[in-house]
């Protein structure tokens, strides 16, 4: 039973293309979360939804665009792939956005731009 | 704005040595604070937490973290490393905010554990 899953594992793709990653959470949760992890493993959010609403957008550029069909499903879509955009993407869940709820990760998915 | 540091990039340990790792954080009021681990190729695994309470919070694992408010600190230990434990591990800490919270993770510190 995986609790956050994420599809696919591994994208490699060519710069200007459009992909799209997507997340799929089994534990009821409210909130779901993007993460970007670079090269040198630090982690930053990207992006929050609770309730299909977006509420946390870190100043990501506008080619990313997450999409929240219901409250299990955050997909992230990105359009004209950079080089820069190479990384291990993230998604999380939590009961509700409150701090004290512990996130819980899906394995990750490590895009290439080539 | 919230920031955690982890001072240390890399460890390395002997098997059934102990382990302590550091972590400074810097947030306005009293934080949330998690420590999690991340084995290669795989997502986070959540060691512990802190919201309120006892100081020192056990987790899985055998690990354990105290909680040090005067030096803004958040240090993970444990007693006697295991192979299994190389890893990546990352402090974070968490904004209260009425929904949408966040984790802001420190730069992670690599432990490789010599047998």
């Known amino acids: 039973d995986t609790a956050v899953s994420q599809t696919p594992k591994y994208l490699v793709t060519q710069m200007g293309n459009d992909k799209s990653i997507k997340c799929e959470q089994n534990?009821?949760?409210?909130?779901m979360y993007w993460y970007k992890q670079d090269s040198k493993k630090f982690l930053k959010i990207m992006f929050s939804?609770?309730?299909?609403?977006?509420?946390i957008n870190e100043t990501v550029p506008n080619r990313f665009s997450p999409k929240s069909p219901d409250k299990a499903h955050l997909n992230l879509h990105i359009n004209s792939l950079e080089l820069g955009d190479s990384a291990v993407y993230f998604c999380?869940?939590?009961?509700?956005?409150?701090?004290?709820?512990?996130?819980?990760f899906g394995p990750g998915t490590r895009l290439t731009v080539l | 704005a919230q920031s955690v540091t982890q001072p240390d990039i890399h460890i390395t340990v002997s098997e059934g040595a102990s382990l302590e790792l550091r972590c400074n954080y810097s947030?306005?009021?009293?934080?949330?604070l998690f420590w999690y681990v991340q084995s290669p190729g795989q997502g986070l695994q959540l060691l512990l937490k802190?919201?309120?309470?006892?100081?020192l919070v056990q987790g899985i694992k055998g690990f354990e973290a105290e909680f040090k408010r005067s030096q803004s600190s958040f240090n993970l230990r444990k007693p006697s490393v295991h192979w299994s434990d190389a890893a990546e591990y990352f402090c974070?800490?968490?904004?209260?905010?009425?929904?949408?919270?966040?984790?802001?993770f420190g730069g992670g510190t690599r432990v490789l554990v010599k047998p």
């Open positions: 999380a869940s939590s009961q509700e956005g409150f701090g004290q709820n512990e996130q819980f």
């Open positions: 534990l009821g949760h409210d909130t």
């Open positions: 939804y609770n309730n299909k609403e977006l509420i």
């Open positions: 947030y306005g009021a009293t934080p949330y």
């Open positions: 802190y919201f309120s309470g006892d100081t």
């Open positions: 974070a800490v968490d904004s209260i905010k009425a929904a949408g919270n966040k984790l802001t």
